[in-house]
């Protein structure tokens, strides 16, 4: 005893509860690894007849007890019944005395029933008998639902199963009281323990015979397998000459007649490995240098992209959570108020907090649209071959109320081509160009939005030119940074974020393409992008089609 508590050394209280997990890991894996094949299969074994045992008890108990139940309620509402018929006259005469006579000997007679309670119609308790300790509660005559229902309840700490009926005059069949039995289900609870016990004991009886015989079956069985892993421990130490002597039909015979050729093989071509190995020596000694050398330049330049990304990534984590969990404590606070305290508020507070809330979503946006501007380049999404003509006719069907509520006409000047592309961010392209185009239409007669592409030898150009308010000589640098926009956007009152450009900017990059614009203040503007030629598959088509907004057929061709 003094030994054991010597070598009893105690967790110090400052091991964390990582360390422990770690610790209670590592002890799992060397239970595991101490643990042989054949007795993982034969633990196995038996988990699965425990759990097969084990299902099919509880299947068997819950059968038992749904029948014992039935009939229990059966019992009790039998009995309900017979005492309905049996108290119509004594209740209709007031004879109380013999409505409690029949209530008592019915008790004394049955071990089960622990309460008979008579109602007049009022449901005034009127005559009764019980084992309880308190004395029966008055009965609602409105809830007539739950008349002639079984129900499971407790009462003085016990589990009874109780049914209520109604006494019916014989003369006018009109309900003249009632009458409430009450049946303990403590009967059933024994009943069901002891089944269950019985089927733990034959179960532990069961998996301990089950013990031996798995056991020597595994071992049979994996008699041939360790004829395998003698043979394959000879190979190991050299000797190439060990055959298993194992004749059976079945797969682990053909397993030993595989591994014997194997071997028959691998001696034919050792020879044969020995020269090209010492062929193949003097080419790796020049070969490995140079791997080496281009290992170390690519582990340097990989270290450095890997610490810039992590640390950009870190960037936008930190900008993300630090950013929106403020806003979105706002939103939830204000959407609380709203929620508690709409009807205390005037009219002016619940505009003030609506707009707060509607501030609070479009900043949530601004940060969700910088953060995607910054993947845009590091996290490229799936290729894949886009008609962006169909694209065109999603982007028609996306703006179709605002172009047919401005009467602008959305006009496909040329053909466009296929491109090998990722299809949501070249939609984000067009998407917002047209989307500016639209925005930046202006009041003038002429109200269309061109798109067109030029097929060069090692590049695509494509436009999108309107009629709009145009971009000031001095914007046309600016209006692809994040955060600035012309000076026409103030004067229109023209809502935006001053990001969707520079996300445009930063997608047609991607392809090896550039993006400019050209304008003319108060005739509209041209936006042209070039997209690089590896990325277009195939040319365009020669027909030229209109988009409209009062085409709504489909695109003529």
Same mark, same amino acid.
């Given at each position: 005893? =003094?030994?054991?508590? @010597?070598?009893? @050394? #105690?967790?110090?209280?400052?091991?964390?509860?990582?360390?422990?997990?770690?610790?209670?890991?590592?002890?799992?894996?060397?239970?595991?690894?101490?643990?042989?094949? +054949?007795?993982?299969?034969?633990?196995?074994?038996?988990?699965?007849?425990?759990?097969?045992?084990?299902?099919?008890?509880?299947?068997?108990?819950?059968?038992?007890?749904?029948?014992?139940?039935?009939?229990?309620?059966?019992?009790?509402?039998?009995?309900?019944?017979?005492?309905?018929?049996?108290?119509?006259?004594?209740?209709?005469?007031?004879?109380?005395?013999?409505?409690?006579?029949?209530?008592?000997?019915?008790?004394?007679?049955?071990?089960?029933?622990?309460?008979?309670?008579?109602?007049?119609?009022?449901?005034?308790?009127?005559?009764?008998?019980?084992?309880?300790?308190?004395?029966?509660?008055?009965?609602?005559?409105?809830?007539?639902?739950?008349?002639? +229902?079984?129900?499971?309840?407790?009462?003085?700490?016990?589990?009874?199963?109780?049914?209520?009926?109604?006494?019916?005059?014989?003369?006018?069949?009109?309900?003249?009281?009632?009458?409430?039995?009450?049946?303990?289900?403590?009967?059933?609870?024994?009943?069901?323990?002891?089944?269950?016990?019985?089927?733990?004991?034959?179960?532990?009886?069961?998996?301990?015979?089950?013990? #031996?015989?798995?056991?020597?079956?595994?071992?049979?069985?994996?008699?041939?397998?360790?004829?395998?892993?003698?043979?394959?421990?000879?190979?190991?130490?050299?000797?190439?000459?060990?055959?298993?002597?194992?004749?059976?039909?079945?797969?682990?015979?053909?397993?030993?007649?595989?591994?014997?050729?194997?071997?028959?093989?691998?001696?034919?071509?050792?020879? !044969?490995?020995?020269?090209?190995?010492?062929?193949?020596?003097?080419?790796?000694?020049?070969?490995?240098?140079?791997?080496?050398?281009?290992?170390?330049?690519?582990?340097?330049?990989?270290?450095?992209?890997?610490?810039?990304?992590?640390?950009?990534?870190?960037?936008?984590?930190?900008? =993300?959570?630090?950013?929106?969990?403020?806003?979105?404590?706002?939103?939830?606070?204000?959407?609380?108020?709203?929620?508690?305290?709409?009807?205390?508020?005037?009219?002016? =507070?619940?505009?003030?907090?609506?707009?707060?809330?509607?501030?609070?979503?479009?900043? /949530?946006?601004?940060?969700?649209?910088?953060?995607?501007?910054?993947?845009?380049?590091?996290?490229?999404?799936?290729?894949?071959?886009?008609?962006?003509?169909?694209?065109?006719?999603?982007?028609?069907?996306?703006?179709?109320?605002?172009?047919?509520?401005?009467?602008?006409?959305?006009?496909?000047?040329?053909?466009?081509?296929?491109?090998?592309?990722?299809?949501?961010?070249?939609?984000?392209?067009?998407?917002?160009?047209?989307?500016?185009?639209?925005?930046?239409?202006?009041?003038?007669?002429?109200?269309?939005?061109?798109?067109?592409?030029?097929?060069?030898?090692?590049?695509?150009?494509?436009?999108?030119?309107?009629?709009?308010?145009?971009?000031?000589?001095?914007?046309?640098?600016?209006?692809?940074?994040?955060?600035?926009?012309?000076?026409?956007? !103030?004067?229109?009152?023209?809502?935006?974020?001053?990001?969707?450009?520079?996300?445009?900017?930063?997608?047609?990059?991607?392809?090896?393409?550039?993006?400019?614009?050209?304008?003319?203040?108060?005739?509209?503007?041209?936006?042209?992008? /070039?997209?690089?030629?590896?990325?277009?598959?195939?040319?365009?088509?020669?027909?030229?089609?209109?988009?409209?907004?009062?085409?709504? @057929?489909?695109?003529? !061709?």
């Amino acid at each position: 005893m =003094s030994e054991s508590l @010597h070598n009893f @050394h #105690p967790e110090p209280d400052n091991v964390s509860a990582l360390d422990r997990v770690y610790r209670r890991k590592r002890w799992y894996r060397r239970l595991s690894q101490r643990l042989g094949l +054949q007795a993982k299969i034969v633990i196995t074994f038996l988990c699965m007849i425990t759990l097969t045992l084990g299902g099919f008890a509880i299947l068997s108990l819950k059968d038992t007890q749904d029948r014992m139940s039935g009939e229990l309620k059966a019992q009790v509402r039998q009995v309900s019944l017979t005492l309905a018929a049996l108290g119509s006259d004594p209740l209709i005469s007031g004879e109380l005395q013999q409505l409690s006579n029949v209530a008592a000997e019915l008790i004394r007679s049955s071990g089960k029933i622990t309460e008979v309670v008579f109602y007049d119609i009022s449901g005034t308790p009127i005559a009764w008998c019980t084992r309880n300790l308190n004395p029966p509660k008055p009965f609602n005559p409105r809830n007539t639902t739950s008349l002639g +229902q079984v129900l499971w309840m407790k009462k003085d700490s016990l589990d009874v199963i109780s049914t209520a009926s109604p006494v019916f005059s014989v003369f006018d069949q009109k309900i003249v009281g009632f009458v409430q039995v009450d049946i303990s289900a403590e009967q059933l609870d024994q009943q069901s323990r002891s089944i269950a016990l019985t089927a733990v004991k034959w179960g532990v009886v069961l998996v301990i015979t089950s013990i #031996p015989v798995a056991w020597l079956l595994v071992r049979r069985i994996f008699l041939p397998i360790r004829q395998l892993v003698h043979a394959t421990g000879r190979i190991a130490a050299g000797d190439l000459n060990a055959r298993v002597e194992t004749d059976r039909p079945d797969i682990i015979g053909e397993l030993a007649k595989k591994f014997n050729d194997m071997t028959r093989t691998v001696r034919q071509q050792q020879q !044969a490995l020995k020269k090209a190995n010492q062929e193949l020596a003097d080419a790796n000694r020049d070969l490995e240098s140079r791997i080496e050398q281009r290992t170390a330049q690519l582990e340097a330049a990989n270290k450095r992209l890997m610490a810039e990304i992590a640390e950009k990534e870190d960037f936008l984590r930190a900008v =993300s959570h630090d950013l929106n969990a403020p806003l979105r404590n706002i939103s939830g606070m204000v959407t609380m108020l709203l929620m508690k305290r709409r009807d205390q508020l005037d009219e002016d =507070s619940i505009h003030r907090l609506e707009r707060i809330k509607k501030n609070v979503e479009i900043e /949530t946006d601004l940060i969700n649209e910088l953060l995607e501007l910054s993947r845009i380049k590091t996290r490229r999404q799936a290729m894949e071959t886009v008609n962006l003509e169909e694209m065109m006719w999603d982007l028609r069907g996306l703006f179709e109320n605002d172009l047919k509520t401005r009467q602008i006409h959305l006009i496909l000047d040329t053909a466009l081509p296929a491109l090998h592309c990722e299809r949501a961010r070249i939609r984000q392209v067009f998407q917002n160009l047209i989307d500016n185009a639209i925005k930046y239409m202006g009041e003038g007669e002429v109200r269309e939005i061109h798109i067109g592409c030029q097929i060069r030898l090692s590049e695509a150009e494509f436009y999108v030119r309107d009629t709009g308010l145009g971009i000031d000589a001095d914007d046309l640098g600016k209006v692809f940074f994040v955060f600035r926009r012309g000076k026409n956007t !103030a004067s229109q009152n023209v809502s935006g974020k001053g990001v969707g450009l520079a996300s445009v900017k930063s997608i047609i990059e991607t392809y090896s393409g550039r993006i400019w614009v050209e304008s003319d203040p108060g005739k509209g503007s041209t936006f042209r992008f /070039t997209i690089n030629g590896q990325y277009v598959p195939a040319t365009g088509k020669s027909p030229s089609s209109v988009i409209s907004t009062q085409d709504t @057929h489909g695109m003529a !061709a």
